[in-house]
C-alpha cells in the first residue's frame, strides 16, 4: 500500500514538474530564435557553451527590430531594424577572408547596427582588402588561434570602448584558457552534428520565458535604475569620467607596447583605437560637466613610445561640440554608423598617410534625416 502511494506522489510530482521541463525544448524547438530577446545580440550570444569557437551561434542571418541596450521597452526606446551575418566561426563576418583583423568588443562587433554599417564592412569598401572582425575576443585569444598562426593578416587593430581599457590583459595572460576554447572550438566546428548539439544546449541554457519575465517584473516595480541626462542615456553616468593616476596610465601604455612587441615578431603591423565613453564626449550633460582627460593622455604616452593610435577623441569632439552631430544613439552607449564611417575615415587615412576626408553636409543632414524617420 505504502509503496503504490509513493508511485502516485511520483507521479503527481513529475506531471507536476513535465511542463517546466519541456517548456525550454518548446522554446528551442517550435519557437522563433528571437521570440523573447529585444535584441540579435542576445538572440543568438553564446551563454553557457564556452566551449565553442565564438562568441555567437556560426553561420547565422536574422533580421529584426531592435531597442537600445539602456532603455528597452520604455518611451525613451530608438527602434531600428538591423541584419545580421555570422561565420562559420561565430563571429559578425560574411566570410572568414582576412587581410585586417580587428579585435575588440561590442562597437567592433557592431551592436545596434546592421552589417553594412559594422566598421569591418565599412572600412573594407575604403581600403578595398578583407577586414575580419574578431569581436568581442583579446589579443591573447587572437595569439592561442591556430587560422590566424597559419594565416596571419597584414594588420591587427585592437579597440576598447574608453571604460574597458583599464581591463585589458597583458601579452600572456589567460593563455591555456585561449589554447582549450580554440581547440574545443576546432571539434565542434568540424562536425554539425556538434555544433547542433552546442547551439542547442546553449539556446535552452538562456530561459528565454524566465528572463523576460523576471525583466518585466523588475521594471515594473522600478528596480531597473536607468542613467539618464537630457534624454540621453548612459551606461555609468559621472564614474565613467574618473581621474587616472600617472602609474596608471604608464601601465596601460606597457601593456599595449606589449601587444606591438608580440605582432612585430610575427611580422605583423600594430594599431591602437581606443573608442571614446559617450560620457567622454557628452560630458556636458552630465552633473559635473567635467571633462575627461584620460585618453588625451594615454595617446601621448603611446606616441612617446612610437605605438601607432587613431585618435578618435578629438575628432568626436570635433563633430558634436562644433557641428551637433549624434555619434551614439539616445538609448545606447554603443556608437552609430556616423561614428563609425568617421572611424573608418581616420584609419584609411592613417594606413594612406593622407589627411582624413571631411564628410560634406549633405552626409550629417541624411543623417538626420533617418534619425527622425527611425523614431
Not at 523573447?36 to 555567437?56: A, C, H, L, Q, Y
Request: glycine share 4%; net charge negative; charged share 25%.
Amino acid at each position: 500500500m505504502k509503496n503504490r502511494d509513493v508511485e502516485k506522489l511520483i507521479r503527481k510530482i513529475f506531471l507536476l514538474a513535465l511542463p517546466f521541463l519541456l517548456w525550454p525544448l518548446i522554446e528551442v524547438l517550435v519557437l522563433p530564435m528571437n521570440f523573447f530577446t529585444f535584441r540579435i545580440w542576445e538572440t543568438i550570444s553564446v551563454n553557457k557553451m564556452r566551449v565553442m569557437s565564438g562568441p555567437f551561434y556560426p553561420n547565422m542571418h536574422m533580421k529584426m527590430e531592435e531597442e537600445g541596450e539602456l532603455a528597452p521597452h520604455t518611451p525613451f526606446a530608438e527602434k531600428r531594424v538591423v541584419e545580421w551575418y555570422t561565420d562559420e566561426y561565430g563571429y559578425r563576418n560574411r566570410d572568414s577572408k582576412c587581410d585586417v583583423l580587428l579585435i575588440g568588443d561590442s562597437n567592433i562587433t557592431g551592436a545596434k547596427l546592421s552589417q553594412e554599417e559594422t566598421l569591418a564592412e565599412v572600412l573594407e569598401r575604403q581600403i578595398g582588402k578583407d577586414v575580419y572582425s574578431f569581436a568581442p575576443a583579446t589579443i591573447n585569444r587572437f595569439l592561442a588561434t591556430d587560422r590566424f598562426q597559419e594565416a596571419p593578416p597584414e594588420l591587427v587593430i585592437v579597440s576598447s570602448i574608453e571604460r574597458r581599457i583599464p581591463e585589458l590583459q597583458p601579452v600572456g595572460a589567460n593563455g591555456i584558457g585561449s589554447k582549450v576554447r580554440n581547440l574545443t572550438g576546432n571539434i565542434i566546428n568540424s562536425s554539425p552534428a556538434l555544433t547542433w548539439m552546442a547551439v542547442t544546449a546553449d539556446r535552452i541554457s538562456k530561459l528565454g520565458l524566465y528572463r523576460k519575465t523576471l525583466a518585466n517584473i523588475e521594471r515594473s516595480f522600478g528596480k531597473k535604475e536607468y542613467i539618464s541626462y537630457s534624454n540621453e542615456f548612459f551606461i555609468e553616468g559621472e564614474v565613467a569620467n574618473r581621474a587616472y593616476s600617472e602609474e596608471e596610465i604608464n601601465y596601460l601604455a606597457d601593456v599595449l607596447e606589449g601587444y606591438k612587441k608580440a605582432l612585430e615578431e610575427r611580422g605583423i603591423e600594430f594599431i591602437f583605437m581606443p573608442i571614446p565613453n559617450k560620457e567622454n564626449i557628452y560630458y556636458q550633460l552630465l552633473p559635473s560637466k567635467k571633462k575627461p582627460d584620460f585618453l588625451p593622455r594615454l595617446m601621448a604616452e603611446l606616441h612617446e613610445r612610437e605605438v601607432k593610435v587613431v585618435d578618435l577623441q578629438s575628432n568626436f569632439e570635433e563633430l558634436y561640440q562644433n557641428k551637433n552631430v549624434s555619434l551614439y544613439p539616445a538609448d545606447d552607449a554603443h556608437w552609430n554608423h556616423v561614428a563609425v564611417e568617421v572611424a573608418a575615415d581616420l584609419v584609411s587615412s592613417q594606413l594612406q598617410g593622407d589627411a582624413p576626408p571631411k564628410k560634406d553636409a549633405n552626409f550629417f543632414v541624411k543623417y538626420s534625416d533617418q534619425k527622425r524617420m527611425q523614431k
